[in-house]
């Protein structure tokens, strides 16, 4: 069974521009959810997403935003990037579920330069 | 506000004995944890979770255990290997909230 494939892995964008990254998650999961790891930082929370819908969002700024399509696919967008933003940016799938005892499982990241 | 926190930055054990990674959390809503090892340049890899209905789960060489009245959890590696070296995160859930908080990470080492 394949993992959450995420795309693509590296990328160097240059401040002010935007980037998209795209996630597909394991077959037959539903829930989509979105992490930032900067160094020396743990994991953030970004959002989640299940049946397209918009469950839940960490703190941060409007620049920040994502989607999830009808085949449970995902993506995040960054606007008028800035060099904070240099991270690792995880996705991370699950079963169905009510929202409690669901495993997240995670893809290998794309890292995000912004120069 | 760190809710979750991995006070130990850092753990060096012989191979072959048990290393104990802590994580101590602060909302008593919490209801679900997870385990996860993560290499360089990779994503988290799973390893463990357990229920605030449990106070130990098994998985062979893994154990964690949940002390919920000290808001404490610790996983225990039996025996330690050399490829269990690397940066071992903590995280927790609540239920309905549909997101992880993550402790800043223990990265262990094990010496052959």
């Known amino acids: 069974k394949a993992g959450v494939t995420q795309t693509p892995r590296y990328l160097i964008k240059t401040r002010g521009q935007q980037v998209t990254l795209s996630c597909s998650p394991i077959s037959g999961h539903r829930s989509v959810s979105w992490y930032q790891q900067t160094p020396g930082q743990g994991l953030q929370f970004l959002f989640e997403y299940f049946s397209e819908t918009q469950r839940n969002k960490g703190n941060f700024p409007g620049r920040f935003s994502g989607r999830q399509f009808s085949n449970s696919r995902s993506e995040m967008n960054v606007s008028t990037l800035e060099l904070g933003d240099s991270a690792l940016y995880l996705c991370?799938?699950?079963?169905?579920?009510?929202?409690?005892?669901?495993?997240?499982?995670f893809g290998e990241g794309s890292w995000l330069t912004v120069v | 506000d760190q809710q979750v926190k991995q006070n130990s930055p850092s753990l060096s054990v012989q191979e072959g004995r048990i290393s104990i990674l802590n994580c101590d959390y602060t909302?008593?809503?919490?209801?679900?944890f997870l385990w996860y090892k993560k290499y360089p340049a990779e994503g988290p890899t799973f390893l463990i979770s357990?229920?605030?209905?449990?106070d130990k789960n098994e998985d062979g060489r893994f154990t964690v255990f949940l002390n919920k009245s000290a808001k404490h959890l610790s996983l225990h590696i039996v025996p330690s290997q050399p490829g269990d070296s690397a940066v071992y995160f903590c995280a927790a859930s609540a239920s309905g909230t549909y997101k992880y908080i993550f402790g800043t990470g223990t990265r262990l080492k094990v010496l052959a």
């Open positions: 909302n008593s809503m919490f209801d679900y």
């Open positions: 357990i229920s605030s209905i449990k």
């Open positions: 991370a799938s699950s079963l169905p579920g009510t929202g409690t005892g669901n495993t997240i499982y």
